[in-house]
């Protein structure tokens, strides 16, 4: 199964009682191994979680800490596009030039890159005194 496909599938158990707009993720592990995950919403609404910081959570809680490839999907009219949060996130565990893919449920495909989605990410390098 394709990355969007199995953000596809797990994107339909997505929990959206407030926003009615489901999201999902997938994450390639360098392993090879794929994360899941879902927008988690809460009825104090700034709790709520992104799909992409819950496939992190999931890649992270196995062990595993660098990505290889990420797809997002949701019923938006044109390719969902991560928030300013979730590409930090995403950013943190994958180089620049990680392939992502952006979809809709309806077939529309977006190929863009980690580092396209954050240009000029803050990283550790900015922490290292000369
Ligand atoms: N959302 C995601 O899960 N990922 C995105 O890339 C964009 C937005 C969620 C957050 C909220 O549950 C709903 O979509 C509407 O903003």
């Known amino acids: 199964m394709s990355l969007v496909e199995e953000a596809r599938r797990v994107r339909e158990n997505a929990y959206v009682p407030y926003s009615n707009f489901k999201v999902g993720a997938a994450i390639r592990g360098a392993s090879g191994q794929v994360y899941a995950g879902v927008n988690v919403e809460n009825v104090a609404y700034p709790e ?31 390719p969902v596009s991560p928030c300013g949060g979730c590409r930090q996130k ?33 990283t550790q390098e900015y922490m290292e005194r000369s």
């Open 48 to 78: 709520g979680t992104c799909a992409e910081a819950g496939a992190v959570a999931a890649m992270v809680a196995a062990g595993e800490t660098e990505i290889a490839e990420v797809a997002v999907i949701a019923d938006s009219p044109i």
């Open 90 to 122: 995403l950013a943190e565990f994958g180089a620049g030039d990680v392939p992502v893919t952006l979809a809709t449920t309806d077939g529309k495909t977006l190929h863009t890159t980690l580092g396209e989605l954050l240009p000029g990410a803050f």
